[in-house]
């Protein structure tokens, strides 16, 4: 099932500086996992030691928070768009 | 109040708007709105509400500016590298209108001195460099009740969301803690397009605009995402948490944390 995620500017070095990556997985967790096989690193700067996303990082399904869904059990379909958002600073 | 001749002459392009007319710029007028950094965000917000005629503007900074500021800080100039932010933007922003009533606060916000300047103001826009100043405007906006625009910029992505305390989610409920010090480069470490600072900033503006007018629909409870290589924006919902340490049910943290003390404490952890 073919879903595109969206990488934002902080961790695109990671991604080989690719802004945008389509993968497959049925849950959230499935595709952060598809990501850490691509692009070894990449899980650590999303997720802390114990596999829980990091608090100033949110993932969407679409227009939707996964945290008032079910979290990275959320499930994926074909099609869906994935954002990772990170907190920014800059002024 | 009644508009002078000159008044309706400056600022007739927007009295036309029938959302606007005399009495929507008569509301501008009388509105006081706090600008939180003379930088990238803080420039072209504060050049955008001084020209629309916003009656009072309050601008926080503690920097001098710099040569290297110029690229995107574009209330400043070459004449005033140098001088306090604040004083070269008053300078520049009553240049182009004298009816402003420009106040500069040539000093850092801490939780000290916070709620202080922060209420005698309508509205309060957060172009602030760093997460600790970040999280303690947010805090005091809702300890405060004052509506925020809050703005965010690295690189090539932009981010803005208005806050309506109470009403709408607050930065907290979008991302609850600030990453430890270290882990996100800041805009000296990382970069910057000058042109994505004036996006943000601008759309600040904006929203500065509708509140205060009472128009259109504000960015509250939804977060915008711009990031510029791709032209590309979207909205993404931002709920209320209702674990929010500030604004939730049970709030955990019920005064202003100091922001040198919070990168202290993160530093420990």
């Known amino acids: 099932m073919p879903i595109t995620v969206r990488i934002p500017t902080p961790l695109q070095k990671v991604t080989q500086n690719k802004a945008e990556v389509v993968l497959s997985g049925s849950n959230i967790r499935e595709m952060i996992d598809g990501l ?56 | 109040m009644k508009l002078r001749d000159d008044q309706i002459e400056r600022y007739s392009r927007q009295i036309l708007l029938p959302a606007v007319g005399g009495k929507g710029q008569e509301k501008l007028l009388n509105a006081k709105v706090l600008i939180i950094g003379a930088g990238g965000l803080g420039s072209p917000c504060a050049l955008y509400l001084a020209s629309a005629g916003i009656g009072t503007l309050g601008i926080v900074d503690s920097d001098k500016v710099e040569l290297n500021n110029l690229q995107r800080q574009i209330v400043h100039s070459v004449n005033t590298v140098g001088s306090p932010k604040v004083d070269s933007a008053k300078d520049r922003l009553n240049a182009i209108n004298p009816d402003v009533k420009v106040i500069p606060y040539n000093i850092r916000l801490t939780s000290a001195n916070i709620l202080d300047i922060i209420k005698d103001y309508d509205m309060v826009v957060d172009g602030s460099d760093n997460f600790p100043t970040r999280y303690l405007v947010n805090d005091a906006c809702v300890f405060f009740n004052k ?83 791709d032209s590309f924006f979207r909205q993404v919902k931002v709920s209320r948490d209702p674990k929010c340490p500030v604004c939730g049910e049970n709030p955990s943290i019920t005064k202003l944390i100091d922001y040198e003390q919070f990168c202290h404490l993160r530093r420990k952890e």
Not at chain 1, 45 to 61: A, L, M, S
Not at chain 2, 154 to 165: E, H, K, S, V
């Open chain 1, 36 to 91: 850490e096989r691509n692009f070894p690193g990449i899980k650590e700067r999303i997720c802390d030691e114990k596999g829980k996303i990091r608090r100033f990082i949110n993932i969407y399904v679409n227009e939707e928070d996964i945290r008032f869904l079910k979290q990275d059990q959320t499930s994926l379909k074909d099609g869906d768009e994935v954002s990772i958002i990170p907190a920014i600073a800059g002024g």
């Open chain 2, 147 to 229: 509506p925020l625009s809050h703005g965010g910029i690295f690189r090539f992505d932009g981010q803005a969301i208005t806050i309506l305390p109470h009403k709408s989610a607050c930065y907290r409920c979008l991302f609850s803690e600030p990453p430890p010090p270290g882990l996100v480069p800041s805009c000296q470490e990382a970069g910057i397009l000058g042109a994505v600072a004036g996006i943000i900033g601008t759309i600040q503006a904006n929203e500065v605009l509708k509140y205060v007018l009472g128009i259109g629909e504000v960015l509250a409870g939804k977060l915008l995402v711009f990031n510029a290589l």
